[in-house]
T-cell receptor, first 114, second 111 residues
Framework: DGGITQSPKYLFRKEGQNVTLSCEQNLNHDAMYWYRQDPGQGLRLIYYSQIVNDFQKGDIAEGYSVSREKKESFPLTVTSAQKNPTAFYLC?????????????FGEGSRLTVL | DQQVKQNSPSLRVQEGRISILNCDYTNSMFDYFLWYKKYPAEGPTFLISISSIKDKNEDGRFTVFLNKSAKHLSLHIVPSQPGDSAVYFCAASVRGGALIFGKGTTLSVSS
């Protein structure tokens, strides 16, 4: 079945460690996104990529990094520079520039910093 | 400053009645407006959308109304069902750009 797969679903990290969240899609979508959800904050955009080997910062990119070496994959690294990394992270994809904005989301990854 | 605002954090409705969720926006360049539904620990799922050239879009029990002059949209659910209980996010985009989400409204439908 076509869809977006995020892994791991749950992740614990010690302070000062980098951690990478995986996002893979087999929908043949050009665009991919990372959002962060915190209680009462809605979904905030971290990074997005409209095409392979290109990506743009969202509203809260500080302390995060991404890569887009393949169309299907858009991993997110939460670095030790991120001050408050405990959150629910959502990856999404869309058709791309010509689309109407509809996003397809993965199931999310919950990161907890101990 | 928030471009998409959902000023009501929560809404409680009885089963069978109408649920009205509201959303305001500030960016007049937005082309599309969407509503997403989200259950805890899951990704949001698309519910309904409307283009800026329309003022109403209907899909079964769900209707979205757009008032461009007021920069306001609303989602109507009729009749409301207990399974509709979830967090509803309003979102907007300029064509080809990333979606901007509101903070969400938690809908509780009691039987």
């Amino acid at each position: 079945d076509g869809g977006i797969t995020q892994s791991p679903k749950y992740l614990f990290r010690k302070e000062g460690q980098n951690v990478t969240l995986s996002c893979e899609q087999n929908l043949n979508h050009d665009a991919m996104y990372w959002y962060r959800q915190d209680p009462g904050q809605g979904l905030r955009l971290i990074y997005y990529s409209q095409i392979v080997n290109d990506f743009q910062k969202g509203d809260i990119a500080e302390g995060y990094s991404v890569s887009r070496e393949k169309k299907e994959s858009f991993p997110l690294t939460v670095t030790s520079a991120q001050k408050n990394p405990t959150a629910f992270y959502l990856c999404a994809s869309s058709i791309g520039r010509a689309d109407t904005g509809e996003l397809f989301f993965g199931e999310g990854s919950r990161l907890t910093v101990l | 400053d928030q471009q998409v605002k959902q000023n009501s954090p929560s809404l409680r409705v009885q089963e069978g009645r109408i649920s009205i969720l509201n959303c305001d926006y500030t960016n007049s360049m937005f082309d599309y407006f969407l509503w997403y539904k989200k259950y805890p620990a899951e990704g949001p799922t698309f519910l309904i959308s409307i283009s800026s050239i329309k003022d109403k879009n209907e899909d079964g029990r769900f209707t979205v109304f757009l008032n461009k002059s007021a920069k306001h949209l609303s989602l109507h659910i009729v009749p409301s069902q207990p399974g509709d209980s979830a967090v509803y996010f309003c979102a907007a985009s300029v064509r080809g750009g990333a979606l901007i989400f509101g903070k969400g409204t938690t809908l509780s439908v009691s039987s």
